[in-house]
């Protein structure tokens, strides 16, 4: 593993002052933080670690990485294969830029990386929701069969995207069902729509069968889809912090574009106002 040093007492001192608990030192387009008040990451070589926490943010993915014998690291990183929490990475300075190489043979597999990095852990960078008038961010997912569903093969169609907290649950249920109660009416609009949540296929599949629904059912495990759209967020039950898909629901329009966002859902109601919306644009088009 190569060095990870600090910068001068004085440039330390001052970076602590205006950064706080985490200061920050950029190189090109890549920004390390070494997560220590008053120190600023300076790497001379090679940095090795393991991926602890991962978050999409646009064109870009912020990385938090362990590193023995070190505070952990952040790093923002563009472009590139994008390693999976519990994948072993190396950090390699090049003039300019921060390349982040995964090594396989030496990731802690994903049971290990569940019991390190706890979700809490995990999803410490909060990713921007996206708003009417972005392109939709990439969404390729297994859906209740296990077949791939792509966005962007949808170009052409209006698609309903609405992400759920999990299966089975009361709220989400009666989201799931008033959904299908208008899946014609969708259909005749020419719309696709898509229910979103984490569990495996198999889950998707069970609750689809319980419940008669007559649409597709997407498995975001690694909730990386729930964070490019800026809905894998903080919780709170008794008290206690925990990470988890919030309710929400996006209208993507045929070129691929949001339309409509509902940020936070109430459940009752919420497909018929979806289907409002979407025939009040598909109108004005």
């Given at each position: 593993?190569?060095?990870?040093?600090?910068?001068?007492?004085?440039?330390?001192?001052?970076?602590?002052?205006?950064?706080?608990?985490?200061?920050?030192?950029?190189?090109?387009?890549?920004?390390?933080?070494?997560?220590?008040?008053?120190?600023?990451?300076?790497?001379?070589?090679?940095?090795?670690?393991?991926?602890?926490?991962?978050?999409?943010?646009?064109?870009?993915?912020?990385?938090?990485?362990?590193?023995?014998?070190?505070?952990?690291?952040?790093?923002?990183?563009?472009?590139?294969?994008?390693?999976?929490?519990?994948?072993?990475?190396?950090?390699?300075?090049?003039?300019?830029?921060?390349?982040?190489?995964?090594?396989?043979?030496?990731?802690?597999?994903?049971?290990?990386?569940?019991?390190?990095?706890?979700?809490?852990?995990?999803?410490?960078?909060?990713?921007?929701?996206?708003?009417v008038g972005d392109p939709a961010p990439?969404?390729?997912?297994?859906?209740?069969?296990?077949?791939?569903?792509?966005?962007?093969?949808?170009?052409?169609?209006?698609?309903?995207?609405?992400?759920?907290?999990?299966?089975?649950?009361?709220?989400?249920?009666?989201?799931?069902?008033?959904?299908?109660?208008?899946?014609?009416?969708?259909?005749?609009?020419?719309?696709?729509v898509w229910g979103i949540s984490v569990?495996?296929?198999?889950?998707?599949?069970?609750?689809?069968?319980?419940?008669?629904?007559?649409?597709?059912?997407?498995?975001?495990?690694?909730?990386?889809?729930?964070?490019?759209?800026?809905?894998?967020?903080?919780?709170?039950?008794?008290?206690?912090?925990?990470?988890?898909?919030?309710?929400?629901?996006?209208?993507?329009?045929?070129?691929?574009?949001?339309?409509?966002?509902?940020?936070k859902v109430s459940v009752d109601g919420?497909?018929?106002?979806?289907?409002?919306?979407?025939?009040?644009?598909?109108?004005?088009?």
């Amino acid at each position: 593993m190569g060095a990870v040093g600090a910068v001068g007492a004085a440039g330390a001192a001052d970076a602590g002052a205006a950064a706080g608990a985490g200061a920050s030192l950029s190189v090109g387009e890549v920004t390390v933080v070494l997560r220590a008040a008053g120190l600023v990451a300076a790497a001379d070589g090679p940095i090795r670690g393991h991926v602890s926490s991962r978050r999409f943010g646009g064109d870009h993915v912020l990385y938090m990485v362990d590193v023995p014998g070190a505070p952990p690291l952040q790093v923002e990183a563009r472009g590139g294969e994008w390693p999976a929490v519990g994948q072993s990475v190396t950090l390699q300075t090049l003039p300019g830029s921060i390349h982040v190489i995964r090594d396989p043979v030496e990731d802690v597999g994903p049971r290990e990386a569940a019991r390190r990095y706890p979700l809490g852990m995990r999803d410490t960078v909060p990713s921007a929701m996206p708003v009417v008038g972005d392109p939709a961010p990439a969404l390729v997912l297994p859906d209740d069969t296990g077949t791939l569903q792509d966005l962007a093969e949808q170009r052409g169609r209006w698609v309903v995207l609405f992400f759920y907290p999990k299966d089975f649950t009361p709220g989400c249920t009666t989201e799931a069902c008033e959904f299908r109660d208008r899946s014609a009416a969708f259909h005749e609009l020419g719309a696709v729509v898509w229910g979103i949540s984490v569990l495996d296929s198999a889950s998707k599949a069970g609750f689809k069968l319980k419940h008669a629904l007559d649409y597709p059912l997407l498995a975001d495990e690694d909730h990386a889809v729930a964070e490019r759209f800026g809905v894998w967020v903080e919780k709170h039950n008794d008290g206690k912090p925990s990470m988890g898909i919030g309710r929400a629901t996006f209208l993507v329009d045929p070129e691929g574009h949001v339309a409509r966002v509902w940020p936070k859902v109430s459940v009752d109601g919420h497909a018929a106002e979806v289907l409002t919306a979407l025939r009040a644009a598909a109108a004005g088009r």
